[in-house]
């Protein structure tokens, strides 16, 4: 039987990722797909929309649809743009749903999808973070079936026992680019530097919130959310090679992991497959060419995300979408040279101690208001850090 899928976030690093494992899995034999949904790169979004035969193409910027038209003229595929044609598109009976789309935009459409039973494959970790039990409410009430894909959570996913408790939940981090360097180096740290993550091809801004380790910040929340982890359950270890994507530790002391090479190709495969295995031509590990897999704790000084993640999980309520828009802002100020590597920990560490108390949202609309709110609380935190010219 052919399964419809959309892919929210198709021109993406994850969305590309998703189109090769529907070809590695059956491709039109066995995917019909019903929507994509892109941004900025209206190209790439028509041609992959004539390749795989999609039924609607929507970019989210109203800006550019005349271009995704005439890009898409004669080719029988429908057209939309704007947030709210996103949304529409999640909304499409598709029965598995890629939620790729980056940042806090993913929240709504993936929203959506949950809501009207689908199975959710979930990139966006900014839905839990920012939301998290209004998320999990929606998935609950759409009767949806949710399968993490950050490696992470898909590792952890993979490992779970159903029949005992996790005592510990082990996240494991690159440690990013910059894991043996000082705080002096780290200060000068450009934007291009910090997009070479040693290990993954991901998109820029996570590649950037890997290099800060409030990547490895937001997956603690996203796991507290996901597994219904408690804070003190959730441990993060330094793990440079990126073989070991995440572990679990039961009651008897045993620790399960799961273990790959690092392409993300493998957690959306084991996501469309789910509950099977589907054998895909991923590259097997080589245990005796890898020799060795090594581990060390994080340097809490260098690397203040994942302690200002403890305090987001510890004050609960509206912290973790507090910490994520004022990480989202920092990260587009550092992108656009505004302010320094650094600044992005001290100006959401700020805006985590001003809102502090922020109830936890209670519908969507309240998600948008504290996120618009700690935006423009996190650009005037921002624009007071000295230019980053001035510091050189
Ligand atoms: N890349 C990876 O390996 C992993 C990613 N993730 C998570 O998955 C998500 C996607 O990451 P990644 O693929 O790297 O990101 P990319 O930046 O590569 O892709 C993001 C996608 O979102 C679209 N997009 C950007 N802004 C908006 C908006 N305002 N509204 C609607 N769509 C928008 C982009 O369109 P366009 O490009 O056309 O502008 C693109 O399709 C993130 O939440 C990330 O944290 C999790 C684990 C691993
Ligand atoms: C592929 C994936 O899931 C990323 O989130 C990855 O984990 C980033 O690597 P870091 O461990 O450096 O954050
Ligand atoms: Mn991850």
């Given at each position: 039987?052919?399964?419809?899928?959309?892919?929210?976030?198709?021109?993406?690093?994850?969305?590309?990722?998703?189109?090769e494992?529907?070809?590695?899995?059956?491709?039109?034999?066995a995917f019909?797909?019903?929507?994509?949904?892109?941004?900025?790169?209206?190209?790439?979004?028509?041609?992959?929309?004539r390749?795989?035969?999609?039924?609607?193409?929507?970019?989210?910027d109203?800006?550019?649809?005349?271009e995704?038209?005439a890009?898409?003229s004669?080719?029988?595929?429908?057209?939309?743009?704007?947030?709210?044609?996103?949304?529409?598109?999640?909304?499409?009976?598709?029965?598995?749903v890629?939620?790729?789309?980056?940042?806090?935009?993913?929240?709504?459409?993936?929203?959506?999808?949950?809501?009207?039973?689908a199975?959710?494959?979930?990139a966006n970790?900014?839905?839990?973070?920012?939301?998290?039990?209004?998320?999990?409410?929606?998935?609950?009430?759409?009767a949806?079936?949710?399968?993490?894909?950050?490696?992470?959570?898909s590792?952890?996913?993979?490992v779970?026992?159903a029949?005992?408790?996790?005592?510990?939940?082990?996240?494991?981090?690159?440690?990013?680019?910059?894991?043996?360097?000082?705080l002096?180096?780290?200060?000068?740290?450009?934007?291009?530097?910090?997009?070479?993550?040693?290990?993954?091809?991901?998109?820029?801004?996570?590649?950037?919130?890997?290099?800060?380790?409030?990547n490895?910040?937001?997956?603690?929340?996203?796991?507290?959310?996901?597994?219904?982890?408690?804070?003190?359950?959730?441990?993060?270890?330094?793990?440079?090679q990126?073989?070991?994507?995440?572990?679990?530790?039961y009651?008897?002391?045993?620790?399960?992991?799961q273990?790959?090479?690092?392409?993300?190709?493998g957690?959306?495969?084991?996501?469309?497959?789910?509950?099977?295995r589907?054998?895909?031509?991923?590259?097997?590990?080589?245990f005796?060419a890898?020799s060795?897999?090594?581990?060390?704790?994080?340097?809490?000084?260098?690397?203040?995300?994942?302690?200002?993640?403890?305090?987001?999980?510890?004050?609960?309520?509206?912290?973790?979408?507090?910490?994520?828009?004022a990480?989202?802002?920092?990260?587009?100020?550092?992108?656009?040279?505004?302010?320094?590597?650094?600044?992005?920990?001290?100006?959401?560490?700020?805006?985590?101690?001003?809102?502090?108390?922020?109830?936890?949202?209670?519908?969507?609309?309240?998600?948008?208001?504290?996120?618009?709110e700690?935006?423009?609380?996190?650009?005037?935190?921002?624009?007071?850090?000295?230019?980053?010219?001035?510091?050189?």
């Amino acid at each position: 039987m052919v399964r419809r899928v959309t892919i929210l976030g198709s021109t993406g690093s994850i969305g590309r990722s998703t189109l090769e494992a529907l070809d590695w899995l059956g491709g039109r034999e066995a995917f019909a797909v019903e929507a994509l949904t892109g941004a900025s790169n209206v190209a790439l979004l028509a041609e992959q929309a004539r390749r795989c035969g999609a039924r609607l193409a929507v970019t989210a910027d109203p800006a550019r649809l005349p271009e995704l038209r005439a890009a898409l003229s004669g080719s029988g595929v429908e057209t939309a743009a704007g947030p709210q044609a996103v949304i529409e598109a999640a909304a499409r009976p598709a029965e598995w749903v890629m939620a790729a789309i980056v940042g806090a935009a993913g929240l709504a459409p993936t929203l959506e999808a949950a809501r009207r039973g689908a199975v959710v494959a979930l990139a966006n970790k900014e839905c839990l973070v920012c939301a998290g039990p209004l998320f999990l409410a929606a998935v609950a009430e759409g009767a949806a079936t949710l399968i993490p894909v950050d490696s992470e959570h898909s590792a952890i996913f993979q490992v779970l026992d159903a029949r005992a408790a996790p005592e510990r939940i082990i996240l494991t981090a690159s440690g990013g680019p910059f894991r043996d360097w000082t705080l002096e180096r780290m200060a000068a740290v450009t934007p291009a530097r910090a997009v070479q993550h040693p290990n993954w091809s991901m998109g820029a801004k996570i590649s950037i919130d890997s290099a800060t380790m409030f990547n490895k910040a937001l997956e603690m929340i996203e796991a507290r959310w996901l597994f219904r982890a408690e804070p003190d359950q959730i441990e993060v270890i330094v793990h440079p090679q990126s073989i070991i994507h995440s572990m679990v530790g039961y009651a008897d002391g045993a620790v399960l992991a799961q273990l790959g090479p690092p392409d993300m190709r493998g957690a959306i495969a084991y996501a469309l497959s789910w509950p099977g295995r589907a054998p895909t031509p991923m590259e097997r590990l080589d245990f005796a060419a890898l020799s060795r897999l090594d581990f060390h704790a994080p340097d809490p000084e260098r690397f203040p995300a994942l302690r200002l993640a403890r305090a987001a999980l510890e004050r609960g309520g509206g912290a973790g979408c507090v910490l994520n828009a004022a990480k989202e802002t920092a990260l587009e100020a550092f992108m656009a040279d505004r302010i320094g590597f650094l600044d992005m920990a001290r100006v959401v560490e700020a805006a985590l101690e001003r809102l502090d108390g922020a109830p936890a949202p209670a519908a969507l609309d309240d998600v948008f208001a504290l996120d618009a709110e700690t935006r423009a609380m996190a650009a005037e935190l921002c624009a007071e850090r000295a230019p980053v010219a001035a510091r050189a």
